[in-house]
Every structure is written in C-alpha cells, then in structure tokens.
C-alpha cells in the first residue's frame, strides 16, 4: 500500500483526503518512482475545482522528484536507484507529432495527476522516457519545484520567442510559479528583466532572483515606468499568462517586431485584437503549452549546465495538503509550494 493524495469529488481544498491505496506496478516500458518530494501547480486547483478531463478517484499531482525503486517489462534494472525528476508530460510516442518531435500536438496528450495517478503519492508510475536524472545541485525539494513551471517557461523563452541575449523582456505575475521560472531562466539567457507583480514584497523577492527593474502594476503607471526604463524604445519580448488585464498594454509597450508569449489568461481570455497595433510594429503573439520533449531535456541541460534554482517558497507535509492547496490559493507566495515526502 502507499499514502496518496485522493481526488473524490469536485470542489474547495477540504475535499482532498489522504488514502491508504494500492502501491502501483510499474508495466512495459515504465518506471515506479519513490516519490521524495512534489509540488503544487494552479493545475492542481482547476483539477480540485473540477475539469471534465479528470475521472475520480484520481491521484493528484503533476510535479515531483525521487528514485527508481522498479522498473517495468524492457528497462535495463540497472536503472534502479536513479535519482530522478519527472516530465509531466505523457504522449503515446507513436502519432506522426510524436515521431517528428512536436510531441504538445500528440492528441493523446497527457499530464501526471490529471489524465493518470500523479505525483502526490509515495510512489508513481510513469513511461522511462518522462524521468531525467536530476542536476545534482538540487536538492530533493529543489528538483520536485522544477519540472512543470521550468519546462512551459523554456519553451517560452528559448522555443517559442527566442529571447535573445541584450533583449528586453517583461515578465507579467513575475512572483508566480511561471513567472519566477522566468526571471531565473532569462537572467542566465542574458536578457534585461523588467518584473511586474502588485507587491513590493513579492518585488523586492524577484529583484533578488536576478530582475533589473521592477513595478508595483498595483501603485504605479506601468507603461510609463517601462518607457522610462527603456529610454522609449519598449521590451522586445512580453512573457504573460494573465490575458485580458494586460494584453492592450503589452502591445503598447513592445518595440518594433516585438513579441508576446503567452501561456495563460487567468484574467480573462477575449482581450481587443488590435490588429493595427500587431502589423503596424511587426509584432508577434505566440502561444504556448506547456513543453514538448525536446524543450524539456534542453530545460534540464540548461538548469544543470548554469546550476540554476527553483525557488521553492514553502514546504508542506503530505497531511497538509488542504493548507498547502489554502495557501497557494491565496496567492501569497513567491515561487513553488512544495510538499516533502521523504
Ligand atoms: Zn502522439
């Protein structure tokens, strides 16, 4: 048996219960994983709150970090033992997207905790191909932070509007999980970061995370700080998920053939076109999911070649998880929530 986080109906943190279930058994070319530690994502919430993609009873949790204590029919046992964190992202490996490497297209696209039994659990199961070895300079808690907000700001960034060394980027929510990928990834790609959050506390945190400017969206004129700190020319790229609230100003504030990249609409998602904005300055709206493959073994390239870190922000036990799932939540946080499992 093993301890797991247990999704039975639908609704507020207090609906996740800690059940005693079967430990499961790793099949034909997967892994079972001794889960160390995970971590929380607003994936979590939307899956508690209910999602039609979602079969109850189900595990939950996409991210987490352990070691291979079994492996399934074809995995070389010398794998057992491995110190590993894990990609999310499950897709069958075999559909024309799979084969070319653009595996975000595969239709049988599926996310740990979502899909299938996740990640906030003692033990997991998942295909050999979703565990990469983890850099060993994260630790435990460190490397459970990193796989979900990491991968979908890679792709962001380097895959999607190839943030390029002396460009200007400006990073939206630049306290939550994503946004704080960001400004850890882009400050090694040798970007100028200008972080916008409505707190100055949260500020002060991405200030010491690597950003160069920051502003307080909820005090200050932010396209007017941005002129100012850019001399008039604008940012060359916007790194966004929050949509509607800030979308008319983004385009405004981009230089000529400006991008914004966009994972998210957490304010809404039918902001105005302005198409005439969009050709007028040659700009360029990428959208973005998440990561495939490819971006996530660059990711973890990337993270162990720079040693960089996630910033985990709180930990929680297992038997927490209501207060961790309150706690997220309540948007207080500057970086990852994290629940240990050692
Ligand atoms: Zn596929």
Not at 36 to 48: F, G, T, V, Y
Not at 103 to 127: D, M, S
Request: charged residues 20%; negative net charge.
């Amino acid at each position: 048996m093993m301890r797991a986080v247990v999704l039975n109906e639908e609704g507020g943190p207090e609906v996740l219960v800690i059940e005693d279930v079967d430990r499961p058994e790793p099949g034909p070319g997967e892994v079972r994983v001794r889960l160390k530690a995970a971590s929380l994502n607003h994936l979590d919430i939307w899956i508690r709150k209910g999602m039609p993609s979602v079969t109850k009873p189900r595990v939950t949790g996409a991210d987490g970090a352990g070691i291979i204590n079994a492996v399934g029919e074809g995995i070389d046992e010398q794998r057992t033992g491995d110190n590993v964190l894990i990609d999310p992202a499950i897709t069958c490996g075999k559909c024309r997207a799979c084969t070319s490497g653009n595996t975000v297209a595969c239709r049988q696209f599926h996310v740990l905790g979502e899909h299938r039994a996740g990640t906030h659990a003692e033990y997991v199961i998942v295909p050999v191909e979703n565990v990469h070895i983890t850099p060993v300079h994260l630790d435990d808690e460190s490397a459970a932070a990193l796989p979900l907000t990491f991968a979908t700001s890679w792709r962001m960034l380097h895959t999607r509007a190839q943030l390029q060394p002396g460009e200007r980027l400006l990073i939206w929510g630049a306290s939550s999980g994503v946004g704080s990928a960001a400004i850890v990834l882009a400050k090694k790609m040798g970007a100028e970061i200008i972080a916008v959050s409505r707190s100055d506390y949260k500020l002060k945190i991405c200030k010491v995370m690597g950003a160069d400017h920051v502003i307080n969206m909820s005090t200050d004129d932010v396209v007017k700080s941005v002129k100012e700190i850019t001399g008039g020319e604008g940012v060359n790229v916007v790194f966004d998920h929050l949509g509607d609230a800030v979308y008319k100003n983004s385009l405004r504030m981009l230089a000529i053939g400006g991008r914004f990249v966009t994972c998210g609409a957490t304010t809404g998602a039918n902001p105005p076109a302005a198409i005439t904005s969009l050709f007028w300055k040659q700009l360029s709206v990428l959208g973005s999911t998440m990561a495939t493959k490819d971006d996530f073994a660059s990711m973890v390239r990337f993270v162990r070649l720079h040693e960089l870190m996630p910033r985990v922000d709180r930990v929680f036990d297992l038997e927490e998880i209501v207060d961790a799932h309150t706690y997220l939540e309540g948007a207080q946080q500057v970086g990852k929530v994290v629940i240990n499992l050692s």
